[in-house]
């Protein structure tokens, strides 16, 4: 600061950290207590001067400037949004904000159920206001802990919003008649006579591309459940399949299903191999394509798909 000119002027130091190029902001005045601007001519070269020789007294390397290091964090630290947050990676607003944006080309009826979509990609979400506006708080959580593993980052993006999840509440309606709905329902209800612990029951699941969020109360009871096809990329309420309903899924957590699993089952569960959402997509997209020649064939008869 001296060697710019601002030795006796005031100025704080900001350490930001909430991505993964972690730097520092100066702020400090212009114009000094006589009133007289501060010389800034030349200042890069000078600051560039300055940085060498204080390089070479204390042992430092001198950085390659900014788009450098962010596109080293964006080879080194690409966030993978199938996988769910993971705070290894780094470039925790950039993983949570990609997240997100997945998120919001899911169906989903209500903000409660966006939150749970997104808890089950490691990430919570609330809705705060940031001066006048309202934007998301997204906290990343650790998967191997549970615990959250990061600060809150607020997102200002008006593509990942309050009024987008909003939207996509009001326009999304799952019909219980419908055949995806319907076969996801077969198949949740089909591995739950068969699953032996709720670790063993989440693990048959991921492997059919379903995930589940339970909702507990206090004392552990089941009190609802939704459940996320990735396939078809719908968050089923236990409400829309028929012949099921949170009372069954808590009854089976005092019965079939093991009480008092050991941690190091759960682990052991949790380090199987699970499918990747990459490959669930990929999975969908090929039952997508499936359907259309299906239709193609069905058009060129002359008969409409029943649903």
Not at 153 to 162: A, R
Not at 296 to 307: A, F, L, P, Q
């Amino acid at each position: 600061m001296f060697g710019l000119g601002y030795g006796n002027q005031p100025y704080i130091i900001y350490k930001h950290e909430d991505i993964e190029r972690h730097h520092y902001h100066i702020v400090s005045v212009r114009v000094d207590e006589k009133g007289r601007k501060i010389n800034d001519s030349y200042e890069y070269r000078r600051c560039s001067a300055i940085l060498s020789a204080l390089s070479r007294k204390y042992g430092f390397t001198v950085g390659k400037g900014k788009k450098s290091a962010q596109k080293t964090t964006n080879m080194s630290a690409r966030p993978n949004v199938f996988k769910g947050f993971d705070p290894r990676i780094g470039n925790i607003a950039g993983q949570m904000k990609s997240i997100a944006s997945y998120a919001l080309t899911y169906h989903f009826t209500s903000e409660r159920q966006f939150r749970l979509l997104m808890h089950s990609f490691n990430v919570d979400v609330r809705f705060g206001q940031m001066g006048k506006a309202d934007g998301l708080i997204l906290t990343g959580i650790n998967p191997r802990t549970g615990e959250q593993s990061a600060k809150p980052v607020y997102i200002k993006d008006h593509k990942i919003s309050v009024d987008s999840v909003s939207r996509i509440s009001a326009d999304s309606y799952i019909d219980s008649n419908d055949r995806s709905v319907r076969q996801a329902g077969r198949i949740i209800k089909s591995l739950l006579p068969i699953s032996i612990s709720e670790s063993h029951y989440r693990h048959l699941l991921a492997n059919k591309g379903i995930t589940v969020e339970l909702v507990k109360t206090e004392d552990g009871k089941i009190a609802d459940a939704v459940f996320i096809d990735h396939l078809s990329k719908c968050c089923l309420g236990i409400e829309s399949i028929k012949g099921l309903n949170a009372d069954m899924l808590d009854s089976m957590s005092h019965s079939q299903w093991m009480i008092g699993a050991t941690e190091e089952s759960v682990s052991a569960d949790r380090n199987k191999d699970y499918p990747d959402y990459l490959e669930l997509a990929i999975m969908a997209l090929g039952a997508e394509q499936s359907r259309r020649h299906e239709d193609e064939d069905i058009m060129r008869k002359g008969r409409r798909r029943s649903m």
